[in-house]
């Protein structure tokens, strides 16, 4: 809920600070409208994983409706940095994964960069890259 912002905001900043990924976050207005943006969309669908009352995984994402069937379009998973490596990212994915099922989701779609280590932990977990899918992006300077 809107209460848990602020420290899904920190923790998405401390996964993404430093190596592989080196996300310069500093802004906090930017970050929190970031993280507001990426949870607040329409039919979002949120996950969180306390451990002793502290947020150590996300999942933020929302439900789309597909020819195919609906899915879950993952916009950002994190994992605190001191709990990376332990198995609590897989035990987290596949806690989602139930959750989804009984909402009737047919997957999940995602997209990640391929030179970084959630690239092969998406690969481990059952996930396989699309052959005709590509990502476009065009900067404006």
């Known amino acids: 809920n809107q209460s ?4 899904m905001a920190e923790l998405y900043k401390s996964a993404f600070y430093g190596e592989p990924w080196n996300d310069d976050w ?3 207005k930017q970050l929190m409208e970031y993280v ?3 949870s607040g969309g329409y039919r979002a669908i949120n996950y969180g994983l306390r451990i002793d009352g ?6 933020l994402g929302q439900i789309t409706h597909w020819w ?3 899915n879950y ?3 950002e998973l994190c994992v605190s940095p ?3 490596g332990t198995g609590i990212g897989t035990r987290f994915m596949e806690r989602l994964e139930e ?3 009984t909402r009737d989701v047919k997957g999940i779609f995602l997209q990640t960069d391929i030179d970084k280590p959630a690239y092969r932990f998406y690969q481990k977990n059952g996930f396989k890259e699309l052959s005709k899918h590509a990502s476009f992006f065009k900067g404006f300077v």
Do not use: H, N
């Open 4 to 7: 848990d912002l602020p420290e």
């Open 82 to 84: 001191d709990c990376q």
């Open 26 to 28: 500093s802004d906090e």
């Open 99 to 101: 959750d989804l099922r």
């Open 54 to 59: 502290r947020l150590v995984a996300i999942s």
């Open 73 to 75: 379009v993952l916009e």
């Open 36 to 38: 507001k943006e990426k």
């Open 68 to 70: 195919e069937g609906t």
